[in-house]
């Protein structure tokens, strides 16, 4: 996992040594064991949509195995906080969610489970905690949030995702060398995502030069990219309708220009 640093900066920070069980696309029950083999080690288990490569490690399974050991088990499911029950449910310890992805919140985050273990934490007050503490706004903030969740209906929710999601691939239907499908969540969250794939036999340019394009525009659209694939994932949750209407004319356009001139088009070319 890596969010502008890796995550092993993170575990070090908070005064732990990071051991990685596995590899990167596979992790057995056999590797967690050999990991988990000191006394001293508490398990941690990262879900993510981009951690998706190889085999999926089976939470509940992996928690056994950790407690089985007498150690606790943990899981960073910072953009997972529709699914919190859920993952409660594999017996983790404690579930750690960020406060500022799907919940909208100011930066903070989420420690819950256990009582011993969330109050555990609070050694870190004496610790990096203190540098990071959350503001007082910040805590505020997420209470709000949390309200607002459990007043979210859920299904209505979905719904409006779902219909944002189909609406999208339909529009990208007429866009020359673009092939675009819905692209459920790979760690089962409850939305799906655009899926753009760049038709080689077209002369649209590659996806990096269409994301490219898409953030030198105005305004500037930002997309995540996976470029290995020639392709690009769009998530919708956060965009208005507004917003939506103004990145699939852009897009179009961009479509409009690369097949008209039979190349890439000129805007491609800023740099
Ligand atoms: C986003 C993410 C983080 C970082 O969360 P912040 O609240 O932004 O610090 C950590 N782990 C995973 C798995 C993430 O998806």
Redesign the pocket.
């Known amino acids: ?1 890596n ?1 502008g640093h890796s ?1 092993l900066t ?1 575990i070090r920070l908070a005064g732990a040594t990071p051991v990685v069980a596995g590899r990167d696309k596979s992790c057995t029950a056999y590797d967690l064991q050999d990991a988990l083999a000191d006394t001293r080690t508490a398990c941690l288990l ?3 949509s ?2 998706v490569q190889g085999n999926p490690v089976d939470l509940s399974e992996a928690v056994t195995l950790a407690h089985k050991r007498n150690l606790p088990a943990f899981i ?4 997972q906080d529709m699914r919190i029950p859920e993952l409660l449910a594999t017996g983790a310890d404690l579930v ?1 969610v ?4 799907y919940l909208a919140s100011p ?3 989420l420690i819950i489970g256990r009582r011993a273990c969330v109050q555990a934490c609070r050694a870190q007050e004496q610790g990096i905690g203190r540098a990071m503490k959350a503001t007082k706004e910040a805590i505020i903030g997420v209470l709000a949030a949390l309200d607002e969740r459990q007043r979210l209906d859920i299904t209505a929710w979905r719904a409006e995702q779902d219909r944002k999601v189909h609406w999208f691939v339909k529009q990208m239907s007429g866009v020359a060398g673009i092939k675009a499908s819905e692209m459920p969540d790979p760690t089962g969250a409850l939305f799906s995502r655009v899926h753009l794939r760049i038709e080689p036999v077209h002369r649209f340019p590659t996806a990096s030069a269409l994301a490219q394009a898409l953030r030198s525009g105005n305004p500037s659209v930002w997309v995540g990219e996976h470029t290995a694939e020639n392709s690009l994932i769009l998530e919708l949750v956060p965009l208005s309708r507004e917003e939506l209407h103004r990145v699939v004319e852009r897009i179009s356009e961009l479509g409009r220009q690369s097949h008209q001139v039979g190349q890439t088009p000129a805007t491609l070319h800023r740099e």
């Open positions: 996992m969010y995550i993170d990262l879900v993510s981009r951690l960073d499911g910072a953009a750690l960020s406060a500022q992805k930066t903070a985050g």
